[in-house]
């Protein structure tokens, strides 16, 4: 991804083949972005007839959004922060059931220029996806992976963009019967 408009194209393209996938599948998808505050949705939305898989996004950028909006624990922020797997993990489950949806997808991080830590670099991003399996199947899970992008605060958040949409093909793919 070199150019934004090249960044976006990409963003765009696989936003579409989730569309079709959960279209396709009868499936919906719901997010809870915190440094992305909406792109995800957006790109989400931005296709024609999202309505038959997109119900929901939540915008939860400070603490108390993310602890009202998805009940994520106070006790959990205090002593993770907002940026930590276990809160992206939250984000996720809450998102999905909240929303009643078959997928969802979190985002939490640093975009910077600010907010670093020694242990917490800008750039760090974790993304969760969250699926719903069938009641009685035991099959509904969460996966959250830890990311360190480069370069400044636009490139951070398309890059989250770019990978948030990437991993959640990829499971719907990985949870396809067919594949």
Known sequence: MDTPTERHDEIRSIATRVGSRLRDRNETVSTA????GGMISAELTAIPGSSDYFTRGFVTYAYDAKRSALA???ELLDEHGAVAEAVATRMAQSARDIADTTWAISVTGIAGPDGRTETKPVGLVYIAIAYAGPWGTQTSAVTADRFVFDGD???VRHQTVYTALESLETAI???SPDE
């Open 173 to 175: 793919t990985r949870s």
């Open 33 to 36: 972005e915190s440094l992305t």
């Open 72 to 74: 994520v624990p106070r």
């Open 153 to 155: 605060r636009q490139s």
